[in-house]
Each structure stands twice: as structure tokens, then as C-alpha cells.
């Protein structure tokens, strides 16, 4: 875009491709980042009534975006070390005489001239690679051996503590709230389900200290919701039955969901799925079929 960002203006490049292709009405999903007049944008469609499947996946936030925004806050935390390695590139590089003084000085000790790469926010990993440049010169010059693994101290100290929090605090502002498409994703693995969502977002919860069961519930009925909209589409339209699945290619869940037990708790949610859907015989039957996999088996095509 050559003009303001706003969020009107964004509305009206993607329209305008939209009307163009003539899909306006067979979008599903946007992908932008968090910017507010990117999520401004979003109202405007939606006033338009361009989203699809009752709007449940309409805006997706950048998953790498989020997570470059994690990062870059735990940076700040350790930004004034940061920031005095940042000026000592930036000084070696910054004229031709003082480079080629560098070269010289790292022929003199036996190493190899190179230019050093300054970072910045949106590349990813320059930061690190910054710093692993930098540190290798330095290990190299000084004949130091390799720094050892990170112990559980060096991850508590003053430095690293901090970064850590920040991090954590910077993920839960995006995690407290399970994206829809994520959840639908979980769902149709028939190694998961409904019943393993639920233990996961259980899982994660405690872990981060965020209490998921009112979204279970809403996941629940908008599963349902969008499954009728599917039903009333396409309802009528002749498949051929899927082949049985090749039990020798099946392989069970992650290690997390390996710590399912099938108690009272797991057991329910079949109970509870059957009571809030007054249709969807066919997602009640998915739901509830039993699903036995190899664990022994590496292999698993989801499509079978």
C-alpha cells in the first residue's frame, strides 16, 4: 500500500482483490498481525457479512508474529547488554578504514576477517545470530572453550529471570484465549477429539495459570454451529464411504496426551457433547467412535 495504513484503507485493497477474483463470498480466513487497524479492519468486513462459517475463523492472528513479540520482550529485559555489542558492531562497520583496521587486527590473531550482522525485530533469529558471530570472535581470540548448557540457576538469576517473566507474561496475553481454528484443528485428529482438546487446554491451563472451561464450552458449541452450516451446504451431497484405516499405520497422540487416563473426567465429555447437539448425527458418530492406535508405529497418515 502506498498511502495511510488505516483500517479503511486496508478494508478497501482487500476488497477491491476480493471483487476483482469474485470470491468476496468465499473467504474463510484472514491472516494478519496484532496491528490496531488491522483488527479495526476486520469490523468493516464483518459489516459486510463476507465471513464465512458464522465468522469463527475469520481474523487469525500471525502465530510467528506473536511469537517474535515474545521474544522481543524478553530482549528488552537484557537490551543494554544488547545494545552495547549492537554499537560495537555498528562502529566496526561503519567506515572502510575502521573495517579494514578490524581485518587486519583478526589476521594478526589468526582469524578470518568477516563483517558482523546488526539485528533487528522483524528478522528472524538476527539477534542471535548477532550475538553467536560476536561470541565466537570472542572465544576465538581469547582461546576460551565453549560455554557449557544453561543450568536451572542461570535461568533464576537477576538477568535471565527477568527476560523469562516477561516472555511467559507476553505469551498468556495471547494464549488466555484459544483460537477457534486451533481448537477445530486438535478436533479433527481422530487421535484428540473434543474429549483431548479438553485435556490439553486442562493442561496448558495449569501450567500457565489460566482457566479454560468456559471456552471448552463455547468451542463446543461453535464446533456444533459450524457443522450445521456445513450440514445445510452440503448435506446432500453424494460421497463415497472413506476406506477403514490401515491399523499398522496409526500412531497414537503426543506425550502429553499419553498421560490421558480414561476416567470419569475423559468419559463425560461423550455424555456432554451428545446433550449440547440437537443434530450432527454424523459429527456425534466421529466423535464417539472409538479410535485404537499402534504405539509402536512411527508412521501415521491423517488423511487415511
Known sequence: MDFAHTADNIFAVILSVLETYG?????????????????????LFTE????????????QRCACHIIN??????????????????????WIGSSNPRFQEFGRHCTLNGLRPRRFQTDMPVRWN????????????????????????????????????????????????YSSEMPFLYALGVIVDPRIK???????????GNKLSIDYSDQITDIRNKLFEVFSIYERRFGGVHT????????QLLLTSWSILKRRKKDKSVSSSSSTTRSAASSGAELNRFLEAQFDADENTENFDLLL
Open 23 to 43: 470470491i468476496t463470498h468465499r473467504i474463510l480466513s484472514i491472516l494478519l498481525d496484532n496491528a490496531s487497524a488491522n483488527t479495526k479492519s476486520i469490523a
Open 48 to 59: 459486510r457479512n463476507i465471513p464465512q462459517a458464522g465468522g469463527y475463523f475469520f481474523h
Open 69 to 90: 513479540l515474545v521474544v522481543q520482550s524478553g530482549l528488552k529485559e537484557v537490551s543494554n547488554r544488547i545494545e552495547r555489542i549492537r554499537d560495537a558492531i555498528s
Open 126 to 173: 538476527s539477534t542471535y545470530l548477532m550475538l553467536q558471530i560476536f561470541y565466537n570472535m570472542k572465544l576465538a581470540e581469547s582461546g576460551c572453550p565453549p560455554a557449557q548448557s544453561l543450568t536451572l540457576d542461570d535461568w533464576e538469576d537477576d538477568l535471565l529471570g527477568h527476560a523469562v517473566v516477561a516472555m511467559e507474561t507476553k505469551f498468556k496475553k
Open 194 to 204: 473434543l474429549a483431548g482438546l479438553e485435556y490439553l487446554l486442562e493442561f496448558i
Open 240 to 247: 463415497e464411504p472413506s476406506p477403514e484405516p490401515d491399523t
